[in-house]
C-alpha cells in the first residue's frame, strides 16, 4: 500500500462548489504539505503544517482552507471553487528525524478541473 | 523572480549520451537542495540530495556551487527510463522550493 494516498484522484466540478481533497499518510510523519502544480510554474506551497496545532500559510492559500484532522490526516478545501484553480494537486508528507528530515514524500496527486 | 529558476528544455538526446543542466536559486540563505525526478505528471520522487562538495549516484553527478548560487546535474550513458523532468529543488526551513524543471528526453 502507497505510504501517502490522496482522494480523489481526479475531480470535475463547477464554479461555485466546495469542494474537499484528502490526505492520508501511514509514514508517521509529523509535517504534511499542500502544494499545487500548474504547466511552466513548478510546484507551489497552499498550507503546510508541522504537527496537529500548527497550520501555516504558502505562498498561494488564498482561496484555500486546510484542516488537520490527525497526525496522519490533512485535508484541502476549496471553499468556492474557479476555473483558475484548475490543477494538479499534491500532497507530501517529511519527518522529523534522520540524515535528510527535510525530504518530502508525494502522495500520486488530484487532478481537478474547474468549469 | 522566481526563487528556483530552471532551463525548461527539452533535452533530446540519444542513449548513451551526457547530458548536464543547472539550476540558479535566489535565497543565500537556503539550506539543503536536492533534485527530484517526475514522470509524466505523477509525483515528484527523490533522485538525490546535493552536497556542497558534489556527490555520485551511479550514473548522476550532483554539484553545487553556492558562492554562485547554482545547482547542476550530469546523466552519464542515458538510458530511455531516464527520459522525465528534472526538479531542482531548495530547502529553507523545511519549506521547499521547487524549479519549474527541465524536461530530458532520451532516443533509441
Known amino acids: 500500500d502507497a505510504d501517502v494516498t490522496q482522494t480523489p484522484r481526479n475531480r470535475i466540478t463547477k464554479t461555485g462548489k466546495r469542494i474537499m481533497l484528502e490526505c492520508s499518510q501511514t509514514?508517521?510523519?509529523?509535517?504534511m504539505y499542500w502544494y499545487r502544480q500548474d504547466p511552466g510554474l513548478g510546484l507551489r506551497l497552499i498550507y503546510y503544517?508541522?504537527?496537529?496545532?500548527?497550520?501555516n500559510k504558502g505562498e498561494i492559500s488564498d482561496g484555500y482552507s486546510v484542516s488537520r484532522q490527525a497526525q496522519a490526516k490533512f485535508s484541502l478545501s476549496l471553499e468556492s471553487a474557479i476555473p483558475n484553480q484548475t490543477a494538479l494537486y499534491f500532497c507530501?508528507?517529511?519527518?522529523?528525524?534522520?540524515?535528510?528530515?527535510?525530504?518530502?514524500?508525494f502522495g500520486p496527486g488530484t487532478r481537478l478541473l474547474v468549469l | 523572480r522566481k526563487e528556483v529558476e530552471q532551463d525548461p528544455g527539452p533535452f533530446n538526446v540519444p542513449e548513451g549520451a551526457t547530458v548536464a543542466f543547472n539550476c540558479t536559486y535566489s535565497?543565500?540563505?537556503?539550506?539543503?537542495f536536492f533534485w527530484y525526478r517526475q514522470d509524466c505528471r505523477k509525483e515528484p520522487k527523490l533522485l538525490m540530495s546535493?552536497?556542497?562538495s558534489g556527490n555520485e549516484d551511479g550514473r548522476f553527478t550532483a554539484q553545487l556551487n553556492r558562492a554562485s548560487q547554482y545547482i547542476s546535474l550530469l546523466i552519464r550513458d542515458s538510458k530511455l527510463s531516464d527520459s522525465a523532468t528534472y526538479l531542482c529543488?531548495?530547502?529553507?526551513?523545511?519549506?521547499?522550493?521547487f524549479g519549474a524543471g527541465t524536461t530530458v528526453t532520451v532516443r533509441a
Open positions: 535565497n543565500s540563505a537556503s539550506q539543503s
Open positions: 509514514k508517521g510523519h509529523d509535517r
Open positions: 529543488v531548495v530547502n529553507n526551513d523545511y519549506k521547499l522550493s
Open positions: 503544517s508541522f504537527d496537529v496545532k500548527d497550520i
Open positions: 507530501a508528507t517529511s519527518g522529523v528525524t534522520g540524515a535528510y528530515p527535510e525530504t518530502q514524500y
Open positions: 546535493v552536497y556542497s
